[in-house]
């Protein structure tokens, strides 16, 4: 396809938001313990912040990034850390996703519990993450967007 | 047909208001919902939740333990679907060459 429009200013603009969509994502996963927020919600705002960068730059700045191929590993590493924490927990003795027994040293039971859930909110946003780009990549394949 | 679909659209709203009037008031502490122990006397999960949640995690935010640890299976769940549904995506969209031949032809 050949190219509409190639304009400095949108492609300055997604520069100078992209950056600053993205720590608010991992914002976002991070502090989903003390405030509205989670995996879903912040892994919405990281692939908001990469798909800004791709529908502004195009293809030829998008390589930059994320791969195109690097997406499905990513989301399959995305339900593995989940998947993982909750096998783990398992084979040292508990319930599945029981994070009790998660074989971090020097931690009593509720702080293991809170860095459980803030390990599978991590392996949530970035399967999140992975999908949306996955799926907006696919959509345009072979066009050279923007 | 027409004044028929009015009909049963008009009947349908008269039972959901009718359904509605038996609802509790919203914000009331007296509600059952709020209770602690239910009406079978068993303690009801909600109170248990907001009551030990802290306790559990040490995390303020109550939603986001009773979603990453009362109820992770179910998030577990969740991240499945959104996987298979990109997976599914990835499928239906993907451009392969056969087809692209195929349509050329």
Do not use: C
């Amino acid at each position: 396809m050949r190219r509409q429009f190639d304009s400095p200013i949108v492609l300055l603009g997604a520069r100078l938001l992209s950056p600053y969509i993205m720590v608010f994502g991992w914002y976002v996963i991070f502090h989903g313990h003390y405030s509205p927020g989670g995996g879903f919600q912040g892994g919405a705002l990281l692939a908001a912040s990469i798909l800004l960068m791709r529908v502004a730059g195009g293809r030829r700045v998008s390589r930059l990034q994320i791969r195109e191929f690097a997406t499905t590993p990513l989301a399959i590493i995305g339900v593995f850390i989940y998947f993982a924490t909750g096998l783990t927990a398992m084979a040292m003795g508990g319930y599945f996703l029981d994070y009790e027994m998660l074989p971090l040293p020097g931690l009593d039971p509720p702080s293991l519990r809170y860095y459980g859930i803030l390990i599978i909110e991590v392996g949530i946003g970035l399967a999140v993450m992975a999908i949306l780009i996955m799926i907006f990549d696919n959509m345009v394949k072979g066009e050279d967007y923007a | 047909m027409k004044a028929l679909k009015v009909l049963i659209l008009v009947l349908f709203a008269a039972v959901l208001i009718y359904a509605a009037g038996d609802l509790p008031y919203r914000g009331d502490p007296d509600n059952l919902m709020h209770a602690e122990r239910s009406i079978t006397n068993t303690q009801v999960k909600g109170s248990y939740f907001i009551q030990n949640a802290y306790r559990d995690a040490r995390t303020p935010n109550m939603v986001t333990v009773v979603l990453g640890d009362y109820r992770s299976i179910d998030t577990f769940g969740e991240q499945v679907v959104i996987y298979t549904a990109g997976l599914i995506a990835l499928l239906v969209l993907r451009r392969t060459r056969t087809i692209r031949r195929r349509l050329e032809e």
